[in-house]
């Protein structure tokens, strides 16, 4: 079974610093992905950044990072110089191709201080 | 380029009565299409989700029920609504190649009375 588990149900981080926002999982597919997904309160879904398991290189979207170790089966998030418009529940998810399921994790709610 | 549509935006609906939830996508073809529900401050549990026209896989045991009657349309529905289906639904789809991320529409909010 594959599983994702996220064990920061909240964070807070000041305007303009950096927060990582961790991410674990557990999976037996050789081939899979990793996503990070942003819910606003409007409850949109966006996506943030994706990472291909067969890729060494981290993924990078403008402010957002991540740090992906293999090995050790975590993903994290970093957000660099956030901003309000951050805050917001991140949500991890894992795809393992011969499923064709999303895997999501229970989210961290993320806040950011003026 | 690809959208997705989902309706109503927001629904209240009487204990016992029926439910239709629909999802279009548009721009793509043979898209892999999905429903999920969430509680209120909680994750995504997957409903349904659906490979092709007339494919529809159960996640979980309940009082819901998906159709794919054309390729690009997904349909949850109930015939009676319970007190405990109340929550935010999500239609996505992904394109079939599995590096491709979910596209999640906007959302319906259901409120059961």
């Known amino acids: 079974a594959q599983t994702v588990t996220q064990s920061q149900p909240e964070m807070s981080v000041q305007e303009a610093e950096t927060v990582t926002l961790s991410c674990t999982y557990d999976t037996s597919e050789s081939d899979y992905y990793l996503f990070w997904y942003k819910q606003p309160p409007s409850r949109q879904m966006i996506l943030v950044i994706r990472q291909e398991a067969y890729k060494q290189q981290n993924a990078t979207e403008n402010r957002f990072s991540v740090n992906f170790q293999k090995a050790a089966k975590s993903f994290s998030l970093k957000i660099s110089d956030s901003q309000l418009g951050d805050a917001a529940m991140y949500f991890c998810a894992l795809y393992g191709g011969a499923t064709n399921k999303l895997i999501f994790g229970t989210g961290t709610l993320l806040a950011v201080q003026p | 380029s690809q959208t997705i549509h989902q309706w109503p935006a927001t629904l209240v609906q009487p204990v016992g009565s029926p439910l239709s939830l629909e999802c279009t996508v548009e721009g793509t073809s043979n898209p892999n299409l999905y429903w999920y529900r969430q509680a209120a401050g909680r994750g995504l549990q997957l409903l349904f989700y659906s490979v092709g026209i007339g494919q529809i896989s159960s996640e979980v045991p309940q009082n819901l029920s998906a159709s794919r009657p054309q390729d690009r349309q997904f349909i949850l529905s109930s015939k009676k609504l319970l007190l405990s289906d109340s929550g935010f639904y999500l239609c996505?789809?992904?394109?079939?190649?599995?590096?491709?991320?979910?596209?999640f529409g906007d959302g319906t909010r259901l409120s059961i009375l």
């Open positions: 996505a789809w992904r394109a079939g190649s599995s590096n491709q991320p979910q596209h």
